[in-house]
């Protein structure tokens, strides 16, 4: 499975950002999917999930109200839609794919997931 993710740009504080995740080699309507962010010197963390069959989306607590996974299945396409940005905001963001079901105990752990996009920066001017 490849994941190409896309959107990434520099942004003023309030601004708003549609991140894209492609994926080929797999469609992602039998995907677990998500969104991490790694911000500079600091370690990767959640942002958000999306389960492949109905159920909850589940956000990162910095990021509720402000940020919206979707997915459209027919494009293989996931998106993050990251509204009035923060400069705490400012990262590379990945996302990531799980084959079938998720482990929702472990839906915000790095290791449920199988494949990785390359990554896409998001800058935030204050």
């Known amino acids: 499975v490849q994941l190409q993710a896309s959107g990434g740009g520099l942004v003023q504080a309030g601004d708003s950002l549609r991140l894209s995740c492609a994926a080929s080699?797999?469609?992602?309507?039998?995907?677990?999917m998500a969104w991490f962010r790694q911000a500079p010197g600091k370690e990767r963390e959640f942002v958000a999930y999306?389960?492949?069959?109905?159920?909850?989306?589940y956000y990162a607590d910095s990021v509720k109200g402000r940020f919206t996974i979707s997915r459209d299945n027919a494009k293989n396409t996931v998106y993050l839609q990251m509204n009035n940005l923060k400069a705490e905001d400012t990262a590379v963001y990945y996302c990531?794919?799980?084959?079938?079901?998720?482990?929702?105990?472990?839906?915000?752990?790095?290791?449920?997931?199988?494949?990785w996009g390359q990554g896409t920066l998001v800058t935030v001017s204050s």
């Open positions: 990531a794919a799980r084959e079938g079901r998720p482990i929702l105990s472990a839906l915000r752990s790095q290791t449920m997931y199988h494949y």
């Open positions: 999306s389960p492949y069959r109905g159920g909850n989306l």
């Open positions: 080699g797999r469609t992602i309507s039998t995907s677990t």
